[in-house]
């Protein structure tokens, strides 16, 4: 088998999925482990429309529509000092925003992540992309302070593979592969958080063009979630600090029933709903590693930063996070004398976006404000010389059609 290649990509989830992609569509030879057999199960359901540019730049828009997912038009909320349902449409700011030389995309879908990623993974592998599955990478390889390779094996062998590439990109998600090494993962103490869900069937959805919308409704001091699919089947979760789970005398399970119960919109919805699923929980602690790149490596994904996953930013971050690495990757693979240069744009790039979102899920936790502060809130951040209305620049940043995150090409 060949062992040298001008990529490596460790993480075959939507960030290592779309950065190799991306190369192998380039024409580089590209190696993609993964350690689990895909499908897979994942949480992280309902996307945004900021992914849509990065389907397109794929070419994978048909094998999109071919899982048959459920269209999001927007997001319905019950949050703020008026507890009554309101709703944002992707398509209001369909005038006023650009994503590069597409036009808008007023839509995203809700996913069933197995489905969605394994999508993705095949469709990396139809451009040209080596995917080993099943490869347990155990450690990276370094010459001096510059990663060369990895060292894998492939289970159930124990036997050890190394592999070397002059570009390693970490997509190892929350296993964080080089953020462990250089021990630089930096936790957000505040947004310390748990998630716990299950999925029922039946109950009742929004009317017309907001069946396909995600739910979110706080229930202090944390909020529900609901995503419907396409299968009748809804994904419904609860999240909250790891606190208040720590000082119920309720376990997991029966503290999101419980918040079920109580809420009014989620409530309804799921009146006449049978679950059809064992209860998971995870954990939801936000982080971000101090530096995400380094000689012969970028880190993309969770594998650099995770976020509170309030405004389903998760996929949107890693697909535009692999947009972004693959230009980096290409710029220093063809100049490798531009490394640093490129590197450094890439660190301020990736490090931008996610403290803008970590800024604004900081201030949305605050359940207990006028709407429209959470509207002015978005426009001090992505838009200071307001040219647009507060509330669309509050919709163009939950959706992430203005993302700096693979928005513009690598100065």
């Given at each position: 088998?060949q062992?040298?290649?001008d990529v490596i ?7 290592g999925?779309?950065?190799s992609?991306?190369?192998s569509k380039?024409g ?7 350690k689990?057999k895909f499908p897979r199960?994942?949480?992280g359901?309902?996307l ?5 540019p990065?389907?397109?730049?794929l ?12 269209v999001?038009h927007g997001v319905?909320l019950i ?6 349902p309101?709703?944002?449409?992707f398509?209001e700011i ?7 030389e597409?036009a808008?995309n007023p839509?995203a ?17 139809r451009l ?6 099943e490869a ?9 302070d510059?990663c060369v390779g ?8 124990s036997?050890v ?6 570009l390693?990109?970490?997509?190892s998600?929350?296993t964080?592969?080089?953020?462990r ?5 930096n936790?957000?103490p505040?947004m ?6 299950t999925?029922?069937q ?10 396909g ?8 001091p944390?909020?529900?979630w609901?995503i ?16 208040q ?9 029966e ?5 079920i119960?109580e ?5 309804r ?20 590693c101090e530096?995400v ?8 994904g ?11 930013t998760?996929?949107?971050l890693?697909?535009r996070?692999?947009?972004?690495a693959?230009i ?5 693979l063809d100049?490798?004398?531009s490394e640093v240069?490129t590197?450094d ?6 490090h931008?976006?996610?403290d ?6 900081r ?15 978005a426009?001090d ?8 209305k507060a509330?669309?620049d509050f ?7 203005d993302?700096?995150i ?6």
């Amino acid at each position: 088998m060949q062992n040298q290649y001008d990529v490596i990509v460790v993480g075959g989830g939507p960030a290592g999925a779309t950065a190799s992609g991306l190369l192998s569509k380039r024409g580089r030879r590209v190696l993609l482990l993964e350690k689990e057999k895909f499908p897979r199960y994942h949480i992280g359901e309902s996307l945004i429309p900021g992914i849509m540019p990065v389907i397109r730049e794929l070419g994978a828009e048909q094998a999109l529509a071919d899982l048959g997912a459920i269209v999001k038009h927007g997001v319905t909320l019950i949050w703020g000092a008026n507890k009554s349902p309101w709703t944002i449409r992707f398509d209001e700011i369909e005038a006023s925003v650009k994503t590069g030389e597409s036009a808008p995309n007023p839509y995203a879908y809700e996913v069933k992540r197995a489905e969605f990623d394994n999508m993705l993974l095949t469709h990396s592998r139809r451009l040209g992309t080596t995917v080993i599955e099943e490869a347990n990478v155990r450690e990276a390889i370094f010459d001096g302070d510059r990663c060369v390779g990895v060292r894998y094996n492939r289970v159930p062998s124990s036997e050890v593979v190394e592999v070397r590439a002059p570009l390693v990109l970490d997509a190892s998600g929350q296993t964080k592969l080089l953020g462990r090494r250089f021990d630089n993962v930096n936790w957000h103490p505040d947004m310390k958080n748990l998630a716990v869900w299950t999925y029922f069937q039946g109950g009742s959805r929004l009317e017309g063009k907001d069946a396909g919308n995600i739910v979110v409704e706080a229930c202090a001091p944390g909020w529900l979630w609901m995503i419907p699919f396409s299968d009748n089947t809804c994904s419904v979760g609860f999240v909250a600090p790891g606190t208040q789970f720590a000082a119920s005398d309720l376990p997991p399970a029966e503290l999101l029933y419980k918040n079920i119960g109580e809420a009014g919109e989620i409530g309804r919805l799921l009146a006449g709903a049978v679950e059809v699923s064992q209860v998971r929980t995870a954990k939801d602690w936000s982080y971000v590693c101090e530096q995400v790149s380094g000689p012969g490596y970028l880190q993309v994904g969770d594998a650099a930063g995770f976020i509170d996953p309030l405004f389903s930013t998760g996929v949107m971050l890693a697909m535009r996070g692999g947009s972004l690495a693959a230009i980096a990757a290409e710029r220093v693979l063809d100049a490798p004398e531009s490394e640093v240069e490129t590197l450094d744009h890439y660190e301020k790039e990736y490090h931008s976006i996610l403290d803008i979102v970590v800024t604004f899920v900081r201030f949305f936790y605050d359940q207990n404000k006028p709407v429209e502060e959470y509207f002015e809130k978005a426009r001090d951040l992505i838009d200071p010389e307001a040219e647009r209305k507060a509330r669309e620049d509050f919709i163009v940043l939950i959706s992430g059609l203005d993302s700096a995150i693979g928005s513009r090409q690598m100065a």
